[in-house]
């Protein structure tokens, strides 16, 4: 089997804490986390890529050498007197603070180059997107980068869409909600996390949040809810809730991310969507007992 899953959005230089004064350098971000675990689950034969916009300094060189090592097909513009962003993760009793230096990110213009932009999403079977890579565009680009992955999805891509809410990098709460809207309204299936949409609109409920994003016009939902039960529905299976393994977390740093991995990776393969989102599940709580964005050694002797 083979395929072809492309993810959008933001990598960025992430110093993660490993001590009480100790940081390990690295490379993520949430759409690329995504992309590496899917790298992990999907079979040999998929294509996993990434598409963004980097500089042209040594740290960009080395960030699109690292996609390549790990697998994924580097497709990034580069973009002369910009750089890559960075973050620092602090963490305290297994939940994560941050810290950006991204001001000058060459990905802010992800959506600048309408003819690159067409040209990268064309004939993508599976195309994957959060709210992090829609927040660090200007409103006009927003709308661009959705107005383009609707006719993706028109023309038979399968676009997901993970909301993964950053409200400092908004201009407000309601360019939040007009921006979460747009990118669902593009994507046959959204990644929710219950808490942040009960904060933003208000839902009593997570078969609320799933109503408002299948009148959106999604296909499928999966509203993630910390450690109480996901609920997830779609338009051939109706609604069901599942119970997530109880962990005692290390950093919860791609958790969220990972999940979206073993979701897409599942579906992608044609398993059944409550056997994707238990498997999503398991891994998910095995990444946050361990530091850092992307954890090798929970692969380590397993074949991609």
């Known amino acids: 089997m083979s395929g072809s899953l492309l993810c959008l959005g933001e990598c960025m230089v992430e110093l993660a804490q490993t001590g009480p004064d100790t940081y390990r350098r690295g490379f993520a971000g949430d759409t690329f986390n995504t992309a ?14 990434y598409g963004s916009c980097i500089g042209t300094d040594a740290v960009s060189d080395e960030m699109a050498g690292f996609m390549a090592d790990q697998g994924i097909t580097p497709h990034l513009r580069r973009i002369p007197d910009r750089s890559v962003g960075l973050y620092m993760i602090s963490t305290k009793d297994g939940e994560r603070s941050f810290s950006y230096w991204r001001s000058h990110s060459a990905a802010r213009l992800l959506a ?12 993508r079977a599976h195309i994957h997107l959060s709210g992090i890579t829609l927040a660090i565009l200007p409103p006009p680009h927003r709308a661009t980068l959705c107005q383009t992955l609707r006719r993706a999805r028109e023309a038979g891509s399968f676009v997901s869409f993970d909301t993964n809410l950053r409200p400092r990098l908004w201009e407000d709460a309601a360019a939040m909600k007009a921006g979460l809207t747009l990118g669902a309204g593009a994507a046959d299936l959204v990644l929710p996390s219950f808490d942040e949409e009960t904060t933003l609109f208000g839902d009593p409920t997570p078969s ?18 910390g450690a109480a039960p996901v609920t997830l529905w779609s338009d051939d299976t109706g609604t069901q809730t599942l119970d997530p393994q109880p962990v005692t977390p290390t950093d919860t740093t791609a958790a969220g991310d990972s999940f979206a991995a073993g979701v897409l990776a599942g579906l992608a393969t044609g398993t059944p969507l409550e056997d994707a989102v238990r498997r999503a599940m398991a891994l998910s709580a095995q ?18």
């Open 36 to 49: 590496w675990y899917a790298r992990k689950l999907l079979p040999p034969a998929w294509d996993v890529s």
């Open 208 to 225: 609320d949040t799933i109503a408002r994003y299948r009148d959106g016009g999604a296909r499928v939902v999966v509203v993630k809810n």
């Open 287 to 304: 990444v946050i007992q361990h530091p850092g964005a992307l954890v090798p050694q929970i692969f380590e002797g397993e074949s991609p």
């Open 112 to 123: 600048d180059d309408t003819g690159w932009l067409d040209a990268l999403l064309k004939d």
